[in-house]
C-alpha cells in the first residue's frame, strides 16, 4: 500500500523549507494539483539534483493529478544527481508513439507512447491512449502497460487509473 502524505513529504522535503510546507499544505488542503507545480517550480528555482528514481515518481504523481503533461517540460529540465538509477524517464514532453506492429493484441489499436523504462531490465512502462478524431492523443489514457521492451510483449496491463500501481509494477522489475 503506498501512503501518498508520505510521499507528498519525502518530495517536500527536497526543498527549503518554506517552499517545502507550501507543497505539504497543498497536500493537507486537497490541491495537489498547485502543489505538483509548487515542487516542479521549486526544484528549478533552487535547482535541486533529483534522482532518476524521483523524477519518475514526480512524474507517476503529476499524472495521477493530470499535471503531467504541465510539468513534463520542466521537469526534466531538473538538475539530475548523476547516480545510478533504476529508473528512467523516457520519450520526453513530445514523446511520439511507438512505431512499428502492435507490441500486443491487447493493445492493439491504441497508440503507445513510452514514459518509464527499468534500467536493469529493460521493461518499459507505456500509455496506451486513443487517437481522438481530430489527431490528438486522449487526454487519459486507456491503460498503462508494462511491456517487456520497446517492442513488447505486454507483462501486465493496469486501468486508467492505476498509473502508480503500474509504476510499482516496473519498480519490482529492476533487475
Not at 513529504?9 to 497543498?26: H, K, N, Q
Not at 499524472?63 to 528512467?88: I, K, Q
Not at 508494462?146 to 529492476?174: I, K
Request: charged share 25%; proline share 5%.
Amino acid at each position: 500500500m503506498i501512503d501518498e502524505a508520505e510521499v507528498w513529504d519525502r518530495f517536500a522535503a527536497l526543498l527549503p523549507d518554506a517552499d517545502g510546507d507550501e507543497v505539504r499544505v497543498c497536500w493537507e488542503v486537497g490541491e495537489q494539483e498547485a502543489g505538483v507545480g509548487l515542487l516542479v517550480d521549486g526544484l528549478l528555482r533552487h535547482r535541486v539534483r533529483i534522482g532518476e528514481d524521483t523524477r519518475a515518481e514526480i512524474s507517476v504523481v503529476a499524472e495521477v493529478w493530470g499535471m503531467r503533461a504541465a510539468v513534463a517540460g520542466r521537469l526534466a529540465e531538473c538538475a539530475g544527481d548523476g547516480r545510478p538509477a533504476g529508473l528512467e524517464l523516457v520519450g520526453g514532453a513530445d514523446a511520439v508513439p511507438l512505431g512499428g506492429e502492435p507490441v500486443d493484441p491487447a493493445l492493439d489499436g491504441f497508440l503507445l507512447i513510452p514514459w518509464i523504462r527499468s534500467t536493469g531490465s529493460g521493461r518499459l512502462l507505456v500509455r496506451a491512449h486513443v487517437e481522438e478524431p481530430w489527431g490528438d492523443l486522449s487526454l487519459i489514457p486507456e491503460y498503462y502497460g508494462v511491456l517487456a521492451s520497446e517492442r513488447g510483449p505486454v507483462l501486465r496491463l493496469f486501468e486508467s487509473f492505476t498509473a502508480r500501481e503500474a509504476l510499482e509494477e516496473l519498480r519490482g522489475s529492476h533487475s
